[in-house]
């Protein structure tokens, strides 16, 4: 597991998921003194519900794709690849340590979301409460999956074609499954 | 402890290049455990010799054997700008060697606490072989492929590593592609290609000064 750790270890250091964090811990409450919110506070839980989500997805699609194509282009073009190559860890296996490492800071964003959905914008109804933590954790888990493959397309596309292109093909598929159904094309 | 002497065997016929031919063993080659320099002018096949031998390119023709655990250090490798030297060796070298890593580098002044796109061009040569060297499997025969693993190091830091050559070369096959800067150096054996042949040539007082005159 060495490009595991060493992948890990980069994009520690790199902390550009500090914005992430931020993104989807801190900015969901401030986004709400934007909305109607505060013209009817009924609407500020589900002010702070959307905002959450909304950002733990562009978090997922324009940190995660990006991060997961950069680090399949620079370990083909380094010579890291081939180095590891060498060594008997196979392109599959570079590929799926890279993406284990990509989705170790990836995975928390959805927990991060359904946490704050559950403690900061649950309904007043008990019933509605268990409810309501039922669809933030399949949402969750949803978005694992989803989001688990196009962050492994995006590293092997950018490892032949570039991270431009990794990153674009994942984020197009990506936001065509979120808003595609209401494109018109009439 | 299962100690195998590393080898390589090179048959009579094995062609190297890319889509042309660069060049041939002109007889069978057989390489125990020690250090092998390969020399050759630019443009020879030295890197596409050592890329073949990794495997990660495929010969033109004929065949090798390659016996050991292998590692192939490209000229051209890199680590992340932004990682430090520490973090590299904490990634990369397995926990029972840290410690030796680290010692080397305070004895070739390496500076472990800096980032890796802040080294000059030897530093990061020293911080890609303390990770291969360090990587050497001591259960096992090894061979380690080494492209330019001189180029920018000061000649001190290349004494230090020649002595560790030197010390594990029953365990450790390395085969050393450069182009050396002082006469007197000691080739023992080497790899020469030349006129599209590949040849091996030993000599215990072999120097580089007698071998560069084979190289037009």
């Not at chain 1, 978005?143 to 990794?166: D, E, Q």
């Not at chain 2, 001591?138 to 000061?154: A, K, M, T, Y």
């Not at chain 2, 054996?189 to 000599?203: E, M, N, P, Y």
Request: charged share 15%; hydrophobic share 45%; glycine share 8%.
């Amino acid at each position: 597991m060495r490009l595991y750790r060493l992948t890990t270890a980069t994009l520690l250091r790199r902390r550009s998921w500090v914005i992430c964090a931020f993104a989807v811990g801190i900015l969901p409450f401030l986004l709400q003194y934007i909305s109607s919110g505060t013209e009817n506070p009924a609407l500020l839980k589900p002010a702070i519900a959307q905002a959450t989500w909304a950002m733990a997805l562009l978090s997922s699609i324009f940190w995660g794709f990006f991060t997961a194509a950069n680090q399949g282009d620079s370990n083909a073009r380094s010579g890291l690849g081939e180095y590891f190559l060498t060594t008997g860890v196979s392109a599959g296996r570079q590929l799926f340590e890279m993406w284990l490492s990509v989705f170790t800071y990836l995975a928390p964003l959805p927990l991060i979301a359904a946490g704050i959905c559950i403690l900061c914008a649950s309904p007043a109804l008990p019933d509605e409460r268990s409810m309501w933590i039922a669809t933030n954790f399949q949402y969750a888990i949803l978005f694992l999956l989803v989001m688990a493959p196009l962050v492994a397309l995006a590293t092997a596309v950018a490892s032949r074609f570039g991270s431009i292109t990794g990153f674009l093909t994942s984020a197009t598929l990506a936001i065509y499954g979120l808003y595609g159904g209401n494109f018109s094309f009439r | 402890m299962n100690l195998q002497s590393p080898q390589l065997k090179l048959q009579a016929g094995l062609t190297i290049g890319y889509s042309q031919a660069l060049a041939s063993a002109a007889e069978d080659i057989s390489l125990g455990g020690g250090t092998h320099f390969l020399i050759a002018r630019n443009g020879r096949g030295k890197t596409t010799l050592l890329r073949t031998l990794a495997k990660t390119l495929k010969q033109i023709d004929g065949d090798f054997l390659a016996s050991g655990k292998t590692q192939y250090l490209p000229e051209d490798l890199r680590f992340d700008p932004e990682i430090t030297v520490a973090g590299i060796f904490k990634s990369m070298v397995p926990a029972a060697n840290l410690k030796t890593a680290t010692d080397l580098a305070a004895s070739i002044e390496l500076d472990v606490r800096k980032a890796y796109g802040k080294l000059s061009t030897g530093n990061r040569r020293k911080t890609h072989l303390i990770v291969a060297e360090n990587s050497v499997d001591s259960s096992s025969g090894n061979i380690l492929l080494l492209d330019e693993p001189f180029s920018g190091l000061d000649a001190y830091a290349r004494e230090v590593f020649e002595n560790i050559w030197r010390a594990s070369s029953d365990q450790v096959l390395r085969l050393v592609s450069c182009h050396p800067d002082y006469d007197s150096m000691g080739m023992p054996s080497a790899l020469v290609i030349q006129d599209g042949g590949i040849r091996h040539t030993v000599g215990s007082d072999q120097t580089w000064s007698q071998l560069k005159h084979q190289l037009n």
